[in-house]
């Protein structure tokens, strides 16, 4: 999370965040589909140990939950390093507006 920008008279809360040049997993799948082929066993233990790590570290130590996992969320950086995105902290979140069936 880089900033938050809280514009009440325009209705919106704008949420920045870092940009990670490696993509998200969704990015990843679509890239391997067209080559024909697909991520390798490290590759996929990587990625786990990762996202799990990641998420262990969301609810033991901010005592909180992600609620948005998705492919697109799952993020890598130039490193290519998983990073998890797509989180609203509970304080910022709390006074969003959200549509109908969207997760909590």
């Known amino acids: 999370l880089v900033d938050v920008i809280d514009a009440p008279e325009a209705g919106y809360i704008l949420i920045v965040w870092k940009y990670f040049s490696g993509g ?7 890239k391997l589909r067209a080559s024909g082929s697909g991520f390798g066993d490290d590759d996929i233990w990587s990625t786990m140990r990762q996202a799990s790590a990641g998420l262990e570290h969301i609810h033991r130590d901010l005592k909180t939950s992600h609620n948005a996992i998705a492919f697109e969320t799952i993020l890598f950086d130039n490193y290519g390093v998983l990073r998890l995105s797509g989180m609203v902290p509970d304080s910022i979140g709390a006074g969003l507006n959200r549509a109908e069936g969207e997760p909590r």
């Open 24 to 30: 998200s997993l969704a990015d990843s799948f679509q």
